[in-house]
């Protein structure tokens, strides 16, 4: 996964925060669950660019879907979908 930590602003750090239940801290150097911080993770940066986008939305995402959003593929999915 393609994240640059330094780039989420305070609001979506706490939104991931209490997605996962897990500091940023944890999340960034340990193993965490993948499908919480995933779907996190997306929702946060999909809400970016949709500010409709609802985190419920997430859970229709493949995981190569929701990997590519993450990483910034070529092959961006449109969540809206």
């Given at each position: ?39 996190a993770l997306v929702y946060v940066m999909t809400k970016r660019t949709n500010p409709a986008f609802t985190y419920a939305e997430t859970a229709k995402l493949t995981l ?18």
């Open positions: 996964m393609n994240v640059n930590w330094d780039d989420l602003n305070l609001e979506e750090i706490e939104t991931i925060e209490e997605l996962t239940g897990e500091m940023i801290d944890k999340i960034m150097t340990t193993k965490v669950p993948k499908g919480k911080m995933l779907r190569d879907a929701s990997l590519d959003l993450v990483s910034g593929g070529e092959d961006e999915a449109d969540p809206k979908d």
